[in-house]
């Protein structure tokens, strides 16, 4: 059972948008920060985007500063990423990542101890 599951990925042409969601199982008994990372072929997962408990501390990473949106709903323990302009360059998997532990924000990915599967996101040119 997963415990993060992410949807909204597909296939789109560059300059559309997308919609990306994440619900949190309930067995998660509390989340604090929540992030979405990336990982394009034959590179690294890096940081995309995180977001604090109550919403009000978000951080982006630069390359998306400007057109992605990271939200949440903790009264449905959902997150969101709301992504503009798409380009080529976007075109990867997109996981959801969560922590219990009191942590306001992060972009570090070992700061996260719970992990979605991913959903793909390609962008053609």
């Known amino acids: 059972q997963e415990q993060l599951v992410e949807s909204g990925g597909g296939l789109v042409q560059a300059g559309a948008s997308l919609n990306l969601s994440c619900v949190a199982d309930?067995?998660?008994?509390?989340?604090?920060?929540m992030g979405w990372f990336r990982q394009s072929p034959g590179k690294e997962r890096e940081f995309v985007a995180s977001?604090?408990?109550?919403?009000?501390?978000?951080e982006y990473e630069d390359s998306v500063k400007g057109r992605f949106t990271i939200s949440r709903d903790n009264s449905r323990r959902m997150m969101f990423l709301r992504m503009n302009s798409l380009k080529p360059e976007d075109t990867a998997v997109y996981y959801c990542?969560?922590?219990?532990?009191?942590?306001?924000?992060?972009?570090?990915?070992?700061?996260?101890?719970?992990w979605g599967q991913g959903t793909l996101v390609t962008v053609s040119a």
């Open positions: 977001i604090s408990s109550t919403g009000d501390i978000t």
């Open positions: 990542a969560a922590t219990g532990r009191r942590l306001l924000s992060s972009p570090r990915q070992k700061d996260y101890e719970y």
């Open positions: 309930e067995s998660i008994l509390v989340l604090h920060a």
